[in-house]
């Protein structure tokens, strides 16, 4: 099965809403990243965690390592988050990050 | 300036033929990875690398070598391509030993093997 796991995976929203994407681990993982692909392919680091949360601007992600959770939360969507938004995560020994299939996010006017 | 760059950006092979994917990076970072992007798989690790010198398998390794020359560099070869590794391939740095704790990514390779 899947070690990582993302929901939904696509999402279309309205311009100023918000929401909330999630990753589940069926792995021990120890850290998470999470990284926006955008419409022409380029990734993007958004976040790297260590259990706890981390707030940039409109997004703000948590990471809980002892439930196997990982959640980015947007706020007041715009019209450029749109794209592919992955979660990796890395478990013990760390250099070895396993991929979610990604959210497919389309933010509408 | 771009810190991992990726050549080429795009290449058509034959079936059975020899492919280099060559990737540089700026950032000396320790760590480099090669991932391929297919729909419906997110990115999986091919190889990667501690450190010139290093080559490690990854979870995809099979139909592929790497090769890490220098501290910049990261190279993917595959020696007798196959249309199924027809795909986009990402190269990635990162080094957390000095608290640089993110993967930084090349632009991609897009592959298409006939």
């Known amino acids: 099965g899947d070690k990582v796991k993302q929901s939904p995976s696509a999402l279309s929203l309205q311009e100023g809403t918000n929401s909330a994407l999630r990753c589940n681990f069926s792995i021990a993982a120890t850290t998470v990243q999470w990284f926006l692909q955008n419409p022409r392919g380029s990734l993007m680091n958004l976040f790297y965690l260590v259990p706890g949360t981390k707030e940039n601007g409109r997004l703000k992600s948590a990471f809980d390592s002892k439930e196997s959770y990982s959640t980015l939360h947007i706020r007041d969507a715009q019209l450029e988050d749109s794209g592919t938004y992955f979660c990796a995560a890395a478990g013990t020994g760390g250099y070895k990050v396993v991929f979610g299939s990604g959210t497919r996010l389309l933010v509408s006017p | 300036e771009a810190a991992v760059t990726q050549s080429p950006r795009n290449k058509v092979a034959v079936t059975g033929g020899k492919v280099t994917l060559s990737c540089n990076q700026t950032n000396n970072h320790n760590n480099m990875y090669w991932y391929r992007q297919d729909t419906g798989h997110g990115l999986r690790l091919i190889h990667y690398?501690?450190?010139?010198?290093?080559?490690e398998k990854g979870d995809i390794p099979d139909g592929y070598k790497a090769s890490r020359p220098s501290q910049e560099n990261f190279s993917l070869i595959l020696e007798l391509a196959t249309p199924s590794q027809t795909s986009v391939y990402f190269c990635a740095s990162g080094d957390r030993d000095i608290n640089q704790d993110t993967q930084y990514f090349g632009p991609g390779t897009r592959l298409l093997v006939l």
């Open positions: 690398s501690y450190g010139a010198g290093s080559t």
